[in-house]
């Protein structure tokens, strides 16, 4: 009976021994001894490809000997929601490509850079800083939106370049006359649907109030404010006077490059990063505005981007640091971002012409708004610093101009913000 | 004499109809197939036709992508399904074959225990999981998922498709063979199991297809640092930029082509569990 | 008795084993969940306290989830409703013997085949402003202009029902073509020598016949929509504006993008008990009505 029982018992085990054996070997991966592997989180847009990233990876690694480099791709252009995600599921990332540090910076998830390799190497050191601690380097910035407009189609309307807001206004109007479509939004991608609000929010609210984004921290002023709505309210006005593509929410990010590229449209409003989506055949034909305002006064909104935050809990502090450095102050890869993502370098010391690059007439001008002395301003929801919207403020913003597109109250738009804001702050 | 060939001929146009709404139910998966052997302008210009020019650039440009998505994904995902099938197959018999012993009290309340397996959304369970999971220390880790996947909604279908053939299974044979002296598990495994091998038929396609199939579980609990199924590759990887039909189409394609392909080898199972397992 | 209990001790153990991680994975989660859904749990946040019925009572006033929550709901039902129309049309449809018959009928449940990642990613592919759809319908003439199907809210919740629908109809016309081959032919013969036209046959004989391949159908169709998330993060992602934001994708969104783990316990414990709610009381209805018929 007890042999009986013993010799049931030792099959069970034993087939369970072997077939948690067979699972392991068959299931795991032997781990590499000697060599450091790090993970690194980034993302591709039509000019951030694969390529890209392996060659920069590639060009970095170099400099930290047994060092490997293994890429996270995010799923979209999303890249805080992916971080949150892998975070959430506990691998969060040792480097992280671009996020918003303002979201980890509280629960103590980003190692801050040495701040004198910083204020060495930048022309705004602070640019992205957190509480004025630097956990991005600030190797370029941007421009969110600029008005790029199509210089044949302008002539052919006899439109001149407008330099206030009914002088936009007017502009659009004149080439919806003449059968031209005025605007191209690329809406079905919330980031690019956004691209109206994000620029009349940052020239008139943020033009008239700079740090409205730390009153709104403070509760001192709220999305349903006059001036807020008013900005919102020309959005709105551009919709339902038909200035944008035909089923303009339904069109792609992608595709909305290629038809402006191919002269669909007049205008695109768009980050700055689309310079370098400009053909080498339409270098003359592209030319740039900044999103007007009322008077007719400049207000740029502005970004700091950078590269790469490091992980503070990461198990290879000083590899990953010296990745870290090494990827954002070399040359290859700015000249692959300033040619390929239209980036404005900040790298102290050095000129456009110290990188070799080729860029075109309107990069040129464009650039010239961030080097020239005048009103800058950090673009909501896209500014990484201490202006950075908290939780999924930057989407719900993104979602609210969408809904601008099917919804006439426009305050009721804005008060979905506020409320969004109370639970993201909860 | 005529009447016969009325018959005869509302047959044929009745079949002919059939085909036509079929081919329209299925277009867009026809379309995938289709234009994945298109160059982009043969797509453009008549996505519906078949390709005249046949091509497998879309093909090749799938497989010789950088982060090998395909292979990957394809591998990982088989290696998921067949661990998870190899352990979920004696699991969930043995239970059933337990169960449909017991008293019928007993045998009601766990069936409707696990009759909440099938009903609970996933996405209730998955911060849970993926606690306890790392509690065990097998977060993101293949035998974490595999576990996730052999102990979840799949194992409550399991028995309960065993449930429903183990009432085939005459007590007679079993009372002699425990009289002769056999032990349960051998009961099981010489008995009871080659009488079942519909419901083994049944549970293995079925569940070797969701567990291919699934997106969730995978995204989270196994995550991208260890590997990528292809059902997560997919999303990942493809993500929004891609503007070219035809390389969308040849990734669809080749992602899609082994599930459809053992569907197809299988397809006459599929049917038969379906149809045993609707009159039950 | 004893020798019995010897005999199958291979047996329970494994059976126990089998049902001690059932309970783990299913029956302990959802317990972890209720006690989550009663604190302000939050990764990115250090210590997490207990907030009583707080998030029930924000729950209540979300509009966001109001939306969802009656997104979800439509989706289920009308979803449901147009799979087993149209699967019960092509059971009927397919209902023949022969080779040309088995091969429709194999070819109907492709769309259950695919994964829901492939789907979503197809008919976006088919869907979008310069998608094949809009290619065909405006080079045939059909429209003059590219029709907005993913992009206003109205068109973009229809097109993600059309879809879901779609990939349940492969489901539902199997189920239906296995309890129609079951119903005798005799039936039908009888029926017909009795005067009966095809509308009358179908209501009299086919309906009530199907039953029970209803009760499944119905159960099992409503349970897929309550639960759905890939098809719908791919196809529109929730939007446009959270238009088609689903319930599931909702409590995934509050946990993984807002951190909010607490809140997203609640929102999941609703979720739950809405589904429960419903399947059960849709089944026992239908079950009821097998048993009269």
Redesign the interface.
């Known amino acids: ?1 007890l042999r ?2 013993h010799a ?2 030792r ?2 085990l034993a087939a369970i021994a072997a ?1 948690s054996v067979l ?2 070997a ?3 991966e032997k781990a590499k001894d000697g060599q450091v592997t790090l ?1 690194y989180m980034t993302f ?3 000019s951030l490809t ?2 890209f990233w ?1 060659k920069s990876i590639a060009n970095a690694q170099q400099k930290v000997p047994g060092l490997t480099v ?8 999303d890249r ?2 992916y971080a ?8 969060f ?1 040792d480097l992280l490509q671009s996020i918003t540090p303002a ?2 910076t ?2 103590g ?1 980003l190692q801050p850079y040495d701040q004198a390799w910083v204020d060495a190497n930048f022309l705004l050191p602070q640019g992205n800083a957190i509480k004025s601690k630097v956990y991005i380097p600030p190797t370029n910035s941007q421009i969110i939106p600029l008005v790029f407009y199509n210089k044949k189609l302008f002539a052919q309307a006899g439109v001149a370049v407008p330099k206030t807001w009914s002088d936009f206004l007017q502009a659009c109007a004149t080439l919806k006359g003449k059968g031209i479509t005025p605007i191209e939004l690329g ?4 980031f690019a ?1 956004g691209m109206p609000l994000v620029g009349a929010f940052s020239a008139d609210v943020l033009g008239k109030n700079p740090d409205w984004i730390q009153k709104r921290y403070a509760g001192a002023v709220k999305f349903t404010d006059a001036d807020v709505v008013a900005a919102a309210t020309k959005v709105r006005t551009l919709v339902t006077n038909g200035y944008f593509e ?10 909305s490059i ?1 038809n402006f590229n191919a002269g669909k449209a007049a205008m695109y409003p768009m980050g700055s990063w689309y310079l370098g989506s400009v053909p080498k055949d339409k270098w003359e034909d592209i030319g740039v505005f900044p999103w007007p305002t009322d008077d007719g006064s400049l207000v740029v909104p502005f970004s700091v981007g950078g590269s790469m935050a490091i992980n503070a809990h990461t198990k290879h502090m000083a590899e990953a640091t010296a990745f870290a450095q090494a990827w954002s102050l070399d040359p290859g890869n700015l000249k692959a971002l300033i040619e390929g993502d239209g980036a404005f370098p900040m790298l102290k010391g050095k000129t456009l012409a110290d990188y070799s690059v080729s860029v075109s007439p309107v990069f040129k001008d464009s650039y010239a708004f961030v080097t020239e002395q005048n009103k800058k301003v950090y673009a909501i929801a896209w500014a990484t610093n201490d202006d950075s919207l908290p ?2 403020l930057n ?1 719900d913003f993104f ?2 101009a ?2 601008l ?2 919804s006439g109250d426009v305050a009721a738009q804005m008060a ?1 913000l506020d ?1 969004s804001w109370a ?2 702050t ?1 | 004499m005529s009447n016969e060939r009325a018959t005869r001929y509302t047959n044929r146009l009745r079949l002919l109809a059939a085909a036509v709404v079929i081919l329209v139910f299925v277009s867009p998966i026809y379309v995938t197939i289709v234009n994945a052997f298109k160059s982009e302008d043969d797509i453009r210009a008549n996505p519906a036709a078949p390709p005249l020019h046949p091509t497998l650039a879309n093909l090749t440009t799938a497989i010789n992508r950088p982060d090998e998505l395909l292979q990957a994904g394809l591998r990982n995902s088989l290696i998921v399904v067949a661990c998870s099938i190899v352990l979920l197959i004696p699991l969930t018999s043995i239970f059933s074959l337990y169960v449909s012993r017991r008293r019928t009290r007993a045998r009601a309340a766990l069936l409707a225990l696990l009759a909440a397996g099938l009903m609970i959304p996933p996405q209730v369970v998955l911060l849970p999981t993926i606690q306890i999971l790392t509690a065990a220390g097998l977060d993101h880790s293949y035998p974490g998922l595999i576990l996730s996947n052999v102990a979840g909604g799949y194992f409550s279908f399991g028995v309960f498709v065993y449930t429903g053939f183990m009432r085939s299974v005459p007590d007679e044979i079993i009372e002699a063979a425990r009289l002769d002296g056999a032990s349960g598990l051998r009961i099981w495994w010489s008995i009871v199991m080659p009488l079942v091998r519909p419901a083994t038929a049944t549970v293995a396609i079925f569940l070797s297809l969701w567990i291919w199939n699934d997106f969730l579980n995978p995204l989270f609990i196994l995550g991208p640092l260890t590997g990528q199924t292809i059902t997560t590759g997919l999303y990942l990887s493809v993500g929004q930029y891609q503007t070219s039909f035809g390389q969308l189409f040849g990734i669809m394609f080749l992602a899609g082509v082994i599930p459809v392909a053992g569907y197809l080898f299988m397809q006459k199972h599929f049917v038969a569990g379906l149809t045993q397992g609707s009159s039950k | 008795m004893s020798q019995r209990k010897t005999q199958d001790f291979g047996l329970r153990t494994i059976a126990g084993l089998g049902l001690v991680l059932y309970v783990t994975f299913i029956v302990v989660p959802v317990f972890m969940s209720l006690r989550s859904s009663f604190t302000d749990q939050n990764p990115l946040k250090s210590a997490s306290s207990f907030v009583g019925l707080a998030n029930y009572r924000e729950m209540w006033q979300d509009e966001e989830l109001r939306a969802s929550v009656l997104y979800t709901l439509a989706l289920a039902f009308g979803v449901t409703l147009a799979a087993n129309a149209l699967g019960l049309a092509l059971a009927l449809l397919l209902n023949g013997t022969g080779r040309s018959y088995r091969a429709l009928r194999t070819i109907a449940f492709l769309p259950q085949v695919v994964s829901g990642i492939i789907v979503g990613f197809v008919w976006k592919t088919i869907l979008t402003h310069d998608g094949l759809l809009n290619d065909v319908l405006v080079s045939t003439g059909v429209v003059s202009a590219p029709v907005d199907w993913l992009g206003t809210p109205g068109m973009a919740r229809l097109s993600v029902g059309v879809v879901v629908a779609w990939v349940l109809s492969g489901f539902t016309t199997v189920v239906y073509l296995a309890a129609l081959q079951h119903i005798p032919r005799e039936l039908y013969d009888s029926g017909a020598i009795d005067g009966a036209g095809p509308v009358q046959r179908f209501r009299l004989i086919t309906w009530p016949m199907v039953a029970p391949a209803t009760t499944i159908s119905v159960t099992i169709s409503l349970i897929t929509v309550l639960k759905l998330y890939d098809i719908i993060a791919v196809l529109t992602a929730g939007g446009p504006s959270y238009a088609t934001q689903s319930t599931a994708q909702y409590i995934v969104k509050m946990a993984f993008t807002s951190d909010r783990f607490g809140y997203a316990s609640a929102v999941a414990m609703f979720l739950l008990l809405a589904s429960a709610v419903i399947a059960l009381s849709v089944t026992s209805a239908l079950r009821r009505r097998e048993i009269d018929l």
Do not use: I
């Open positions: 009976m009986k029982r049931a018992l099959k069970c077939a699972l392991t068959a299931c795991t993970t591709n847009t039509p694969a390529e392996a293994k890429q996270l791709v995010a799923p979209n252009t805080d929601a949150k995600q892998l975070q959430a599921s506990g691998q990332p979201q980890y509280g629960a998830l809406g079905n991608d919330p649907a035909d089923g303009a929410l339904n069109v792609s990010y992608a595709d290629t939780g999924s989407n979602a609210a969408q809904g597109f099917n979905k409320t639970s993201a909860k």
